[in-house]
């Protein structure tokens, strides 16, 4: 069955540091994939999305994640965190030729100043 | 453009009651999806239509759960005689539903049975 995995539960970080959020996936072919951020009473907003190509994906608010095949990996990374980015961060698959999303457990990020 | 909404935004229901729950997509998009997260943990699929028919139910935790899109348009899913289990928040998405379209995501309704 398709799983997404996201190992860390909570991650805490300083401001200005650099971040990295890790995304492991398992399917039988190469799935789409998506970061969404989820602010405590927000709906999910897409962050990135990566279908084929280039491997290393720019998204919105200075983020960008990479697929790596070999590793069935699509971390999130940001160089510089600011304190607005705290939130909680689900990374999610999608058969190509599927419909559902299939969504880790999510991340909690905390900034701290 | 508006965004996808949805209604009511908190719903507080007693043990056994039936409760409604509207979902207002993205003018234009084909496919809707009802998602479940419980507290703590990533949204889970529960149903997915394109247009007004239904194709894929296979995330309803059970019959007392069903969904509908009448029109194509807007969407309710209805739980009946909920149970306390059934507290959860309940995301609705929409999409253009070309096969690599995006799905936009409501605000969800938390739904509390007491």
């Known amino acids: 069955a398709q799983s997404v995995t996201q190992p860390d539960i909570h991650i805490t970080v300083s401001e200005g540091a650099s971040l990295e959020l890790r995304c492991n996936y398992s399917?039988?072919?190469?799935?789409?994939l998506f970061w969404y951020v989820q602010s405590p009473g927000q709906g999910l907003q897409l962050l990135l999305k990566?279908?084929?190509?280039?491997?290393l994906v720019q998204g919105i608010k200075g983020f960008e994640a990479e697929f790596k095949r070999s590793q069935s990996s699509f971390n999130l990374r940001k160089p510089s965190v600011h304190w607005s980015d705290a939130a909680e961060y689900f990374c999610?698959?999608?058969?190509?030729?599927?419909?559902?999303?299939?969504f880790g457990a999510g991340t909690i990020l905390r900034v701290k100043s | 453009g508006a965004g996808v909404s949805q209604s009511p935004r908190y719903k507080v229901a007693k043990r056994g009651q039936d409760v409604a729950l509207r979902c207002d997509p993205i003018?234009?998009?084909?496919?809707l999806f009802w998602y479940q997260q419980a507290l703590g943990q990533g949204p889970e699929f529960l149903t997915y239509?394109?247009?007004?028919?239904?194709?894929?139910k296979s995330g309803l935790p059970s019959d007392r759960f069903f969904a509908e899109r009448p029109e194509g348009s807007v969407s309710t899913l209805k739980i009946q005689r909920t149970q306390q289990e059934d507290s959860a928040v309940y995301l609705c998405?929409?999409?253009?539903?070309?096969?690599?379209?995006?799905?936009?995501f409501g605000p969800g309704t938390r739904l509390t049975v007491l």
């Open positions: 990566y279908f084929s190509g280039d491997t």
């Open positions: 998405a929409s999409s253009f539903g070309g096969l690599v379209d995006t799905q936009y």
């Open positions: 399917y039988g072919a190469t799935p789409y």
């Open positions: 999610a698959g999608r058969e190509p030729d599927g419909n559902k999303l299939v």
């Open positions: 003018s234009g998009h084909v496919s």
């Open positions: 239509f394109q247009n007004e028919a239904q194709l894929d």
